[in-house]
């Protein structure tokens, strides 16, 4: 049983059989990711996930058609790159791609379809499905000869694991957000294969761990979450994060702060890759910046490509380095740029056109995790310029009406939220018992900020009732309540409630969009 729900597997890995065959040590390299994935995976999960994994060197047209059936009914496409699998003249691993690409594509979903590197490619051999997403390296590029080598655990055993940890951590994430949206009936829908291949063509999986029950709620619990449901706030967007692109010395720098940055809450871009060439690459970055909350650089002591048709109108061609920074300060995003107190700038050679990024007024020189540091601490500041003006004191405002002025309630509850202003209506749970809904009422009574009282079809006596609950609580209450307002909504012809201390609406020819609006804004006031 796959992890994620109405699918036969929730990987299925895409790569050229070249790509596997034994190396120096005897390893296959694709098997040994696939062995060291599924660990990482289950550790997070706590639970085996069905990992597809074809190992039987399919020959015959049948053979084929029966893998794409799987590649249909998999939740995630892992493509594994590199100059074998993009082979223009490799037939298999091309099918399985479109095969995937025609299936899944759903609006509103999230990209289901991720890659891995085990040597670098041409970005112009590239698929566009491919072009723009992030390739996690497994590779490293030797600083003498320039030779580039697949990562493996014997080779840089460190390295390895920690490309493959974060590598497994992106995917617990998306698999979870599979799960969630499948759960909810807004996942993606599988066409499921119509037989399995004979155990010889797959690899086994390990026994699976049973999920645990969801434990069994009680009254308080419910009560509490029909609470939280019913208060209205403005939670704010992630902020945003362009973390620009660098070169492959501060590659891992630049994986480490992506993930510390995802971890508190913070969105980082691009998702992917930026396209190479100077036009497309312009318009990705700019794209980005128009809605990021700041810019970070990393910068090593390697200078970036510099292509002749990346320029702004009337200028030189610029670096990619140059240009990220020369637009996000167009722009006015705020910038961090980074780099190793160990590079001294002024030793760098004169042939390297990013050195004088090195030496810039938001450059800081110093360990990466005190970096890090401050990202969060320039983020923090900016959240709270950002921060929505909610009511007066940041507390709520309580809507009381009965049920049958719900509907009343709801477009005033709706209301508040939509100006920042937050609010909260009576608990309405059937599972709780009379005892919760009364200390509930109470407690908004003697909480709020302002009161609404909801006079639509609900009696008099009722309306009156709850004015004298409120005359009983206000000895209770740490301030008075700064506003007090009955709202005589639908049907008309009420007799008058007879009270003084309150602000009286008469909406009972009807709740207009300019009505609730000017009576919010009275609430902020």
């Known amino acids: 049983m796959a992890y994620v729900s109405g699918f036969t597997s929730d990987i299925f890995i895409s790569y050229a059989s070249i790509d596997n065959e034994p190396d120096a040590q005897e390893v296959r390299w694709v098997s040994r990711f696939r062995n060291d994935l599924g660990i990482a995976l289950r550790r997070r999960l706590g639970r085996d996930i069905e990992i597809f994994f074809d190992q039987s060197g399919l020959r015959a047209y049948d053979d084929l058609e029966q893998l794409l059936k799987h590649v249909r009914a998999s939740a995630i496409f892992l493509a594994v790159c590199s100059p074998s699998y993009l082979d223009p003249g490799r037939k298999w691993t091309g099918d399985e791609l479109k095969t995937f690409l025609a299936t899944a594509k759903s609006p509103g979903d999230p990209n289901r379809l991720v890659t891995i590197e085990v040597l670098p490619v041409e970005t112009n051999s590239l698929p566009t499905e491919l072009e723009n997403l992030k ?195 167009r722009l006015g995003v705020p910038v961090l740029q980074w780099r190793h107190p160990e590079i001294d700038p002024t030793t760098l050679p004169p042939g390297n056109w990013d050195r004088q990024l090195l030496q810039g007024p938001d450059v800081r020189a110093m360990g990466l995790q005190d970096f890090m540091k401050e990202i969060r601490g320039a983020m923090d500041n900016l959240r709270e310029k950002q921060q929505p003006t909610p009511a007066p004191r940041g507390d709520f405002v309580f809507i009381n009406a009965d049920r049958s002025d719900q509907e009343l309630a709801q477009t005033l509850f709706k209301a508040f939220n939509d100006n920042a202003c937050y609010a909260v209506v009576p608990m309405d749970d059937s599972s709780a018992s009379a005892k919760e809904i009364e200390e509930d009422l109470q407690a908004n009574l003697i909480d709020c900020h302002g009161l609404v009282l909801v006079y639509g079809r609900a009696s008099l006596a009722w309306v009156r009732a709850q004015i004298r609950r409120l005359m009983k609580l206000e000895g209770q209450r740490q301030q008075p309540l700064r506003v007090k307002t009955i709202v005589c909504g639908p049907p008309p012809a009420k007799p008058d409630v007879g009270v003084s201390g309150f602000k009286v609406v008469d909406w009972q020819d009807g709740a207009t969009a300019d009505r609730v609006g000017e009576m919010v804004k009275g609430f902020q006031g």
């Open 135 to 329: 390739r996690t390296r497994f590779y490293t590029t030797d600083k003498e000869s320039g030779t580039d080598l697949p990562l493996t655990p014997a080779s840089e055993p460190l390295l390895y694991n920690e490309r493959l940890q974060q590598f497994a951590q992106n995917l617990v994430q998306l698999l979870r957000e599979l799960s969630a949206r499948t759960v909810s009936g807004k996942g993606p829908e599988p066409a499921q294969p119509e037989k399995q291949l004979e155990p010889a063509q797959a690899e086994k999986q390990p026994e699976r761990a049973q999920p645990e029950k969801e434990p069994q709620k009680t009254s308080t619990d419910r009560a509490a979450d029909a609470e939280t449901r019913q208060v209205a706030s403005v939670a704010a967007p992630a902020p945003v994060v362009l973390l620009a692109q660098v070169t492959d010395d501060v590659y891992d720098e630049r994986q480490k702060v992506a993930v510390y940055l995802e971890q508190f809450g913070m969105k980082v871009v691009p998702v992917g890759e930026y396209p190479e060439g100077g036009p497309k690459f312009a318009g990705a970055v700019v794209a980005d910046l128009e809605h990021a909350d700041l810019f970070v650089q990393l910068l090593g002591r390697v200078r970036s490509n510099k292509p002749e048709d990346l320029r702004g109108e009337g200028e030189q061609a610029k670096s990619y380095a140059q240009f990220q920074y020369d637009a996000a300060r």
